[in-house]
């Protein structure tokens, strides 16, 4: 018996059709900046309300990361679930906690923690006033490619719950590529279950860069965390000053923690547009776009978090697209005279935010 399978177009014209309509469904959906009061919360069957800045589920579709915000009533416990993606917590107002594999860590605001891939847990709120975080997964790169597993058990007693997925331990003997493999993955399990949970706002420390900012890791491999890739950090812009220009491949979005400013994007680095923001608000930069962070304020300087998709699809990027030049700022006399002179500027104490 034989078969015939066609599409009534050619492979060409299908391809075509098909690069097209993506692009095209990709820029009437995208956002620069979302503003705090256009999101709306939502109650979910999990005991907290959900709001989306950026994701499929907030018909905002992404292809790396996407941003939610969450907020537990006090005395409010959610139910309890684990996902086949991991996600960035960063606390925004009242104090609550996460339970991350039976293991409790307390987040205040500007905490920040880590939930791994298959980690069962919760949030709670055993204080009085409203718990209230965001989160960033990596949840629509496992989404393309058809890995998104998501497994929600209820109120059930942690005791009960299946443990994440088994793996081989790295200790076979043997040279042959099978061997190498079990103990390759082996050792990367490992290595990713033994990471950093939890940045308390306390111990952050500030350093200059050439950029004209100050800045510091909240969730990155460089303070001990094993992610799979998304990474977060904090830059603090000075009173009436600005960072230096830039551009790279891959989105990168910016949460506005404290003050107001406005963020150059443009394809060029002059004849672009200026796009105010505000606290709350989430700033999205598209990938090679041209783009400045400034602070219009002259008393008060501005704090933002910044999210960056994954070092290892940006690698993967870098083997694909080899020469192109994946990175890209000024000369240095360029951005030095952007940036202005970092050493100037009196930093203030580093508060904790507060919501609102």
Same mark, same amino acid.
Request: proline share 5%; hydrophobic share 35%; no cysteine.
């Given at each position: 018996?034989?078969?015939?399978?066609t599409?009534?177009?050619?492979?060409?014209?299908?391809q075509?059709?098909?690069? $097209?309509?993506?692009?095209?469904?990709?820029?009437?959906?995208?956002?620069?900046?979302?503003?705090?009061?256009?999101?709306?919360?939502?109650?979910t #069957?999990?005991?907290?309300? %959900?709001?989306?800045y950026?994701?499929?589920? /907030?018909?905002?579709? %992404?292809?790396?990361?996407?941003?939610?915000?969450?907020? &537990?009533?006090?005395?409010?416990?959610?139910?309890?679930?684990?996902?086949?993606?991991?996600?960035? #917590?960063?606390?925004?107002?009242?104090?609550?906690?996460?339970?991350?594999?039976?293991?409790?860590?307390? &987040?205040?605001?500007?905490?920040?923690?880590?939930?791994?891939?298959?980690?069962?847990?919760?949030?709670g709120?055993?204080?009085? $006033?409203?718990?209230?975080y965001? %989160?960033?997964?990596?949840?629509?790169?496992?989404? %393309?490619? /058809?890995?998104? #597993?998501?497994?929600?058990r209820g +109120?059930?007693? &942690?005791?009960?719950?299946?443990?994440?997925?088994?793996?081989? $331990?790295?200790? &076979?003997?043997?040279?042959?590529?099978?061997?190498?493999?079990?103990?390759?993955?082996g050792?990367?399990?490992?290595?990713?279950?033994?990471?950093?949970? +939890?940045?308390?706002?306390?111990?952050?420390?500030?350093?200059?860069?050439?950029?004209?900012?100050?800045t510091?890791?909240?969730?990155?491999? $460089?303070?001990?965390?094993?992610a799979?890739?998304?990474?977060m950090?904090?830059?603090?812009?000075?009173?009436?000053?600005?960072?230096?220009?830039?551009?790279?491949?891959?989105?990168?979005?910016?949460?506005?923690?404290?003050g107001?400013?406005?963020?150059?994007?443009?394809?060029?680095?002059?004849?672009?547009?200026?796009?105010?923001?505000?606290?709350?608000?989430?700033?999205?930069?598209? +990938?090679?776009?041209?783009?400045?962070?400034?602070?219009?304020?002259?008393?008060?300087?501005?704090?933002?978090?910044?999210?960056?998709?994954?070092?290892?699809?940006?690698?993967?990027?870098?083997?694909?697209?080899?020469?192109?030049?994946?990175?890209?700022?000024?000369?240095?006399?360029?951005?030095?005279?952007?940036?202005?002179?970092?050493?100037?500027?009196?930093?203030?104490?580093?508060?904790?935010?507060?919501?609102?």
């Amino acid at each position: 018996m034989s078969t015939k399978t066609t599409t009534k177009t050619s492979h060409y014209h299908q391809q075509k059709a098909r690069r $097209a309509k993506f692009l095209e469904d990709w820029r009437a959906n995208h956002r620069t900046i979302i503003r705090s009061e256009d999101v709306t919360l939502a109650e979910t #069957v999990r005991g907290m309300r %959900t709001g989306v800045y950026m994701g499929e589920d /907030g018909d905002n579709p %992404t292809r790396s990361i996407d941003a939610l915000v969450h907020e &537990v009533d006090h005395g409010k416990l959610t139910t309890i679930h684990r996902h086949s993606w991991d996600a960035m #917590v960063f606390g925004v107002g009242g104090e609550g906690w996460l339970e991350i594999d039976g293991e409790r860590v307390n &987040v205040a605001p500007g905490d920040s923690a880590h939930i791994p891939a298959w980690a069962w847990h919760r949030s709670g709120n055993d204080g009085e $006033a409203t718990f209230r975080y965001l %989160t960033f997964s990596s949840e629509p790169m496992l989404a %393309t490619m /058809g890995m998104s #597993v998501l497994d929600d058990r209820g +109120h059930e007693p &942690v005791e009960n719950l299946p443990g994440r997925p088994e793996f081989s $331990a790295p200790d &076979v003997q043997g040279d042959d590529a099978y061997a190498r493999r079990l103990r390759r993955l082996g050792k990367e399990q490992q290595k990713r279950r033994s990471g950093r949970l +939890h940045t308390d706002w306390d111990e952050l420390e500030m350093l200059n860069t050439p950029r004209g900012t100050r800045t510091t890791f909240l969730l990155d491999r $460089a303070i001990g965390y094993q992610a799979s890739g998304i990474t977060m950090a904090m830059f603090e812009i000075g009173q009436g000053r600005q960072q230096s220009m830039h551009r790279h491949a891959g989105e990168a979005w910016l949460y506005v923690v404290e003050g107001d400013g406005h963020s150059y994007l443009g394809t060029e680095p002059e004849g672009g547009e200026n796009h105010p923001w505000k606290k709350g608000d989430l700033i999205v930069v598209d +990938h090679f776009l041209w783009h400045q962070h400034f602070n219009d304020s002259k008393e008060n300087t501005a704090r933002v978090v910044r999210i960056h998709m994954f070092d290892s699809l940006l690698e993967t990027m870098r083997a694909l697209m080899d020469p192109a030049v994946l990175f890209e700022e000024p000369p240095e006399h360029i951005r030095d005279a952007q940036a202005g002179d970092v050493t100037t500027i009196v930093w203030p104490a580093l508060d904790r935010p507060s919501w609102p």
